[in-house]
């Protein structure tokens, strides 16, 4: 029997803002979603303006309406690792370096000279690399000094917001990682001086479920919600999808498929590692977790309509009509992040030829983003000499027939689709609900959505292993056809 309860949950993602209300039930009872913009330009720039971000909330929860007077407890979620200049008043300063800023290339390159293995210093095994917070805050040292001297915090997105709800700049360690150490929290003052920064600039941290405070009078009339309910923490997006799917209560892979894809695991081991994979101490969630943020996903599906003429949402119809053996595609297009981080690499073909055409094409490029996904799933399997047997499939695709095929042929897995596309929402609902007191296992099991698991095809199991070893060789020459550019003078 339920309590009656309703939490809400707050994503502060790429490209919008995500609301949502959830009953102890798991029933959605309403959501909204505000979009917000990205700057880009030439050299890598991709910057959003924090001012949005607030108002971008005010007006989702505006069209949540009396809904929001029943809420018992809010959890944050959002994208990261982006850098958010915070002065000591709760001021933003400047716009915020996004993760998908890569100016500072050639500052992660320092980095990774200067200091060789990250796991000593941060705990984890964060790359050195311009998608990262290390790298951005030497470039900004560089290229923004004035701003250095009055910055007091730098926070990821959702903790701006938690900061604005409840007056407390809190963050978790996950979603800090390079500015603190995911063992403790505590700042990585090493790393933090070598990039011209005080260690105070570390916020405080904390467990993502915990409550980082209450609504402020001043938030409850800014934004509507009950004065003096409890605010969480917070998480990032993938760990916060993570709990919503069911991965850390069922021991599940999981693929995350939106503008990107978010793929890995829980992993029973402590200590465990992969090369190019992110490792999770249990420091930072409730097991140890072993994945990788790929570029392969949605962007990969608009590029190939826009390249075969049709809207994204008509490639899986496409596919469908392919005959014959298909063309081998890796789908390097802007570079790729686990488990290579190397935004040079490019995508490639193989095999085409005369009689390959568009629906051709488009399976290919369907089943490349699928052993993407495989690809870092198999690195978690050869680092812990454990199978994975299930993957929790979320996102963009779900409820396509041909989409949902194709994963289930390339990946050669149980798949349990979900139905809720909003599940990093959903997830941060169940951080508000630890937030007001329930147990974070038992707000897992209580506000789940309805997933259907689907067996795959096991005749076709020796191909499937063919393909991804197929798969990985051709990423090899990916990379020697990058090298073979820099030694031409084409980079």
């Known amino acids: 029997m339920g309590s009656g309860q309703r939490y809400l949950g707050v994503d502060l993602g790429t490209s919008a803002t995500r609301a949502v209300i959830i009953d102890d039930g798991g029933l959605v009872v309403a959501s ?103 790298a951005k805050l030497l470039w900004l040292s560089r290229h923004r000094p004035l701003e250095i001297s009055t910055v007091r915090w730098i926070l990821q ?19 800090s990682k390079g500015l603190c150490r995911v063992s403790d929290g505590s700042p990585v003052a090493e790393v933090l001086e070598a990039c011209g920064w005080s260690p105070e600039v570390c916020p405080a941290t904390a467990p993502a479920w915990q409550a980082r405070g209450a609504v402020t009078h001043e938030a409850s009339e800014k934004f509507g919600l009950p004065i003096g309910s409890p605010v969480s923490v917070g998480w990032s ?82 596919a469908a009509t392919a005959s014959g053996p298909l063309p081998l595609f890796v789908p390097y297009l802007s570079g790729e992040r686990a488990p290579l981080w190397d935004q040079d690499v490019r995508a490639l073909f193989l095999g085409v ?15 490349g983003v699928f052993l993407s996904a495989r690809h870092v799933l198999s690195l978690v399997e050869e680092a812990t000499a ?23 042929n390339a990946m050669d897995l149980t798949l349990r689709f979900h139905a809720d596309a909003e599940m990093s929402a959903r997830g941060a609902a169940m951080l508000g609900a630890a937030a007001a007191g329930v147990e974070v296992e038992e707000a897992s099991r209580r506000l789940v959505d309805s997933t259907r698991r689907v067996e ?17 060789r051709a990423g090899d020459i990916s990379i020697a056809w990058k ?9």
């Open 237 to 318: 997006d993938a760990l916060s999808q993570m709990l919503a799917a069911g991965s850390f209560e069922r021991s599940s892979a999981f693929m995350f498929s939106g503008t990107s894809s978010i793929v890995g695991s829980p992993v029973g081991k402590e200590g465990v590692s992969a090369s190019g994979l992110f490792n999770v101490p249990p420091t930072c969630a409730p097991c140890e977790v072993l994945y990788g943020p790929t570029e392969t996903g949605g962007s990969t599906v608009e590029w190939a309509a826009r390249l075969l003429g049709c809207q994204p949402a008509e490639v899986p119809a496409l």
């Open 483 to 491: 090298e073979t550019q820099t030694l031409l003078g084409n980079n």
């Open 353 to 367: 030829s005369e009689r390959h055409g568009r629906a051709e094409i488009a399976r290919a490029v369907l089943v």
């Open 456 to 472: 795959p095809d096991r005749t076709g199991l020796g191909s499937s292993r063919a393909l991804l070893d197929a798969y990985r």
């Open 32 to 134: 909204a979603s505000v979009a917000h913009q990205t700057r880009r330009a030439t050299a890598g720039v991709a910057e959003q303006d924090p001012s949005e971000w607030a108002s971008g909330l005010r007006s989702a929860l505006a069209r949540l309406g009396d809904e929001l007077s029943s809420v018992s407890g809010t959890g944050l979620c959002g994208q990261t690792p982006t850098v958010v200049l915070v002065s000591d008043t709760g001021k933003t300063i400047g716009p915020a370096l996004t993760w998908q800023d890569t100016r500072a290339f050639a500052e992660a390159q320092e980095l990774a000279e200067k200091f060789g293995d990250p796991a000593p210093l941060i705990g984890t095994r964060l790359p050195w690399s311009p998608a990262n917070m290390p």
């Open 386 to 408: 454990e199978h994975i047997s299930e993957v929790e499939v979320v996102g963009r695709g779900v409820g396509d027939p041909t989409w949902e095929a194709i994963g289930l």
């Open 157 to 175: 997105p959702k903790d701006l917001l938690g900061l604005e709800l409840t007056g407390n700049p809190v963050s978790d360690p996950w979603s």
